[in-house]
T-cell receptor
Framework: KAGVTQTPRYLIKTRGQQVTLSCSPI?????VSWYQQTPGQGLQFLFE???????NKGNFPGRFSGRQFSNSRSEMNVSTLELGDSALYLC????????????FGPGTRLTVT | TQLLEQSPQFLSIQEGENLTVYCNSS?????LQWYRQEPGEGPVLLVT?????EVKKLKRLTFQFGDARKDSSLHITAAQPGDTGLYLC????????????FGGGTRVLVKP
């Protein structure tokens, strides 16, 4: 079974721009969660989608948004990028939800200059 | 202050030695997961524990969940260089609305 894939793997953007990251979950998984990982703050939960509905949300500003499509693929969008948004963005998929078995993708490394 | 505290933050040991990593919270976990992350990759799930007092073994790794479900430990016996990585605990804490919260991580280096 193919693992979780994320595209692109690396991205460089300028302050004020917006960015869209994509995640394809493991086939059959209906839950997709997004996380931000930085050296200072560690791994922080952004949001979880299950069957196209946002089921849970972390404490991030409204500039961070996401969606899930009918085939379970998910995208996250960050608008008006700030330098502090530079991070590794990870997506994880699960059959039932983030509280149980989760499988992470390799992440997208976003650098904001 | 992190909702989940991991200790130590960094551990450097020689191949063959044992090590223990701790994960603590002042709140009760609904469930708790342990992950290992290597550079350039996403975390890989090692184990999920849900029952207080539970002990799970995965080859040389032993995971314990505290009776009160507020703490957990990961013990590695006879560590090998392949055990090198960032070990993360993640728990669903009622105080955080049952969202998954990660600890700060323990970076383990096993020298040959």
């Amino acid at each position: 079974k193919a693992g979780v894939t994320q595209t692109p793997r690396y991205l460089i953007k300028t302050r004020g721009q917006q960015v869209t990251l994509s995640c394809s979950p493991i086939s059959g998984h209906r839950s997709v969660s997004w996380y931000q990982q930085t050296p200072g703050q560690g791994l922080q939960f952004l949001f979880e989608y299950f069957s196209e509905t946002q089921r849970n949300k972390g404490n991030f500003p409204g500039r961070f948004s996401g969606r899930q499509f009918s085939n379970s693929r998910s995208e996250m969008n960050v608008s008006t990028l700030e330098l502090g948004d530079s991070a590794l963005y990870l997506c994880a998929s699960s059959l039932t939800g983030q509280l149980y078995e989760q499988y992470f993708g390799p992440g997208t490394r976003l650098t904001v200059t | 202050t992190q909702l989940l505290e991991q200790s130590p933050q960094f551990l450097s040991i020689q191949e063959g030695e044992n090590l223990t990593v701790y994960c603590n919270s002042s709140s009760v976990f609904s469930s708790l997961q342990w992950y290992r992350q290597e550079p350039g990759e996403g975390p890989v799930l090692l184990v999920t524990v849900v029952t207080g007092g539970e002990v799970k073994k995965l080859k040389r790794l032993t995971f314990q969940f505290g009776d009160a479900r507020k703490d957990s430990s990961l013990h590695i016996t006879a560590a090998q260089p392949g055990d090198t990585g960032l070990y993360l605990c993640a728990g669903a804490v009622r105080a955080a609305g049952n969202k998954l919260t990660f600890g700060g991580g323990t970076r383990v280096l096993v020298k040959p």
